[in-house]
């Protein structure tokens, strides 16, 4: 392999762990607002029944998470 | 509503999706992916609101609705955490798109087969598919069957709307395959979303006095039903039971799960995605909100199935606005059953029938799928004829069935260590362990079957695989492939 194979070599590399840690981290948080759409209404919301107990709440968590995928998938080319 | 205005708006529908589903045959050739994937061309807007069409089922107007009505905002919860499963197609998508163009597969189960390299995996996936979603077509019939009886006061019988049903499906799954299911599924999906939202704003309005009186009184005489668990349905048990098997929907069930192969370019597949998930939460909250509604204004209901057909025989519905919604439901149902039927036709022939018999050609694949479309039906309407339990536990069993592909799905694009054996006994064991704890009703620890099933398959996939050799080369090459094409499309 000559320097140009090298460095285009190590690019692609360098690019692979860069993509990696990105989806560790969109993996993490996603996960963490997964726990919290769960965890959230069943013990600080079960005793408000109003609409802006757990009602709202899943219509915010919904909301995030399609920003969330929006943003994930904005970088996507054909 | 009478018997003749059901009938006569069904003749609307009816004309109208044939119209649309003939015109989609224009420029359309010849062979198993023109058939089953429209020749992997798709627009994005046409994808999406077909994507939206196939998972939006009667469960939602008619289950979702009788959810919210019986068991309150755990029903919205569990819903919208469906809709954030859609960030599954997010990782997956892409590489379902990548492979499917490479190697030219046309199943998702054809695909598990060839990157495990073991016709039996295919074999085994495409039977579990099978198993679960003719229950869940049945799912849909009944639905219809239950909504025009309810609608015409008993003048037009279960049986009746069960046949219509399956005619329609067969037939516009037959014209041109993925095209006029894609097509028709788009038009359906506008019925559904248009119909639902304004009636649902006119109850609301017209019926409750707005928004406002509507969650005034629910807060004054049902706070409960603000709440989870609420009136006692939506124990954490039964949220994480309903909720977990449709989280993993969009790679667990092979009806949604092909259609990543369809979009034209990854531009089309986000396309796709974002404007399914538009669709979904608008059609979500409109379902709830139907729910909510009927608990006001209808609290003494027999059944909670009964919400929408009653609902919408009220005064302040116009009948021709109640038969339109009525029409928008049963397309819900349509479009969900003519692409499961598209979609098991075309497993029953690539992996089924292609595997036993490799020497089939593609015309005589095509063949076999086409006439699997109407067997298929029919197995659907001889279980829907059963009339089994509540609409949502039987769809929800059929979510839970297919979750035991999972591990396997997963093992495919992430883990090269995924063998084989592991992939075949974990879609057996697990889908044992399924079908076992449906049929028995018995919930461990009072954890749902899809749980069990779920947390079975991964432990027998990873266990059966480390003790397995993998197909090295393959998932190399396979892995190699879609890194360097992740990389070269900016998806992660």
């Known amino acids: 392999m000559n320097g140009n194979g090298y460095r285009a070599e190590s690019a692609r590399a360098a690019y692979r762990q860069a993509a990696s840690a990105r989806r560790r981290a969109w993996i993490l948080l996603y996960g963490l607002l997964l726990v919290l759409a769960v965890v959230v209404p069943y013990t600080a919301l079960a005793g408000i029944g109003r609409w802006t107990g757990a009602f709202l709440f899943w219509i915010l968590f919904a909301l995030v998470a399609v920003v969330a995928m929006v943003l994930i998938t904005a970088k996507w080319r054909d | 509503?009478?018997?003749a205005g059901v009938y006569s708006a069904m003749?609307?529908?009816?004309?109208l999706g044939t119209l649309v589903a003939w015109v989609s045959r224009k420029g359309m050739g010849k062979g198993m992916v023109q058939y089953f994937l429209a020749n992997r061309a798709m627009d994005g807007v046409v994808a999406a609101?077909?994507?939206?069409a196939t998972t939006y089922s009667a469960f939602m107007m008619v289950g979702l609705a009788g959810l919210t009505y019986a068991g309150g905002v755990g029903a919205l919860g569990f819903e919208l955490i469906y809709l954030s499963g859609l960030v599954l197609?997010?990782?997956?998508?892409p590489r379902f798109w990548l492979v499917g163009k490479r190697y030219n597969y046309v199943t998702p189960t054809e695909m598990l087969g060839d990157r495990y390299q073991s016709k039996w995996v295919a074999v085994v996936t495409a039977v579990a598919a099978c198993l679960f979603l003719i229950p869940y077509s049945a799912v849909q019939l009944m639905g219809i069957g239950y909504l025009m009886q309810g609608l015409s006061g008993g003048a037009i019988p279960f049986m009746t709307g069960l046949v219509i049903a399956v005619l329609l499906a067969v037939f516009w799954a037959l014209i041109a395959g993925m095209r006029s299911v894609a097509w028709t599924d788009s038009l359906q999906a506008l019925l559904m979303v248009v119909a639902a939202t304004t009636v649902m704003l006119l109850v609301v309005y017209k019926g409750l006095g707005g928004f406002g009186n509507l969650f005034t009184l629910l807060e004054?005489?049902?706070p409960k039903s603000l709440t989870v668990p609420g009136t006692g349905y939506f124990t954490w048990q039964t949220f994480l039971g309903l909720s977990l098997p449709w989280f993993f929907f969009s790679i667990s069930n092979p009806q949604v799960s092909q259609r990543l192969y369809v979009p034209a370019s990854l531009k089309q597949m986000r396309i796709m995605l974002v404007g399914f998930l538009i669709f979904g939460f608008i059609y979500t909250m409109v379902s709830v909100l139907w729910?909510?509604?009927a608990r006001v204004l209808l609290p003494d209901l027999a059944k909670a199935d009964l919400a929408t057909p009653t609902l919408l025989a009220l005064p302040i519905v116009p009948p021709l606005l109640?038969?339109?919604v009525m029409v928008g439901i049963v397309a819900a149902a349509i479009s969900t059953i003519d692409s499961i039927l598209l979609t098991l036709s075309s497993m029953v022939s690539r992996d089924i029938y292609h595997n036993l018999f490799p020497r089939a050609g593609?015309?005589?694949?095509?063949?076999?799928?086409?006439?699997?479309?109407?067997l298929l039906a029919v197995a659907a309407f001889l279980f829907a004829r059963q009339q089994l339990g509540l609409i949502a536990t039987l769809s929800v069993a059929a979510s839970a069935g297919l979750l035991v592909m999972v591990p396997a799905i997963w093992g495919a694009f992430f883990w090269s260590r995924g063998t084989a054996a592991g992939a075949f006994a974990s879609t057996l064991i697990g889908g044992v362990v399924s079908l076992y704890l449906q049929y028995t009703g018995w919930k461990p620890l009072g954890l749902w079957p899809g749980l069990w099933a779920l947390g079975v398959s991964v432990a027998v996939f990873v266990a059966v695989s480390l003790a397995t050799r993998p197909p090295v080369q393959r998932a190399a090459e396979f892995l190699g492939y879609l890194e360097e094409e992740l990389g070269r499309h900016n998806a992660i």
Not at chain 2, 11 to 15: D, L, N, S, W
Not at chain 2, 49 to 52: D, P
């Open chain 2, 220 to 222: 004054r005489d049902y």
């Open chain 2, 11 to 15: 003749a609307v529908y009816f004309i």
């Open chain 2, 322 to 324: 109640g038969l339109v």
């Open chain 2, 49 to 52: 609101l077909s994507y939206s």
């Open chain 2, 89 to 93: 197609v997010v990782f997956f998508g």
């Open chain 2, 291 to 293: 729910g909510f509604s």
């Open chain 2, 362 to 374: 593609e015309d005589t694949q095509l063949l076999v799928g086409k006439l699997c479309i109407p």
């Open chain 2, 1 to 3: 509503m009478n018997a």
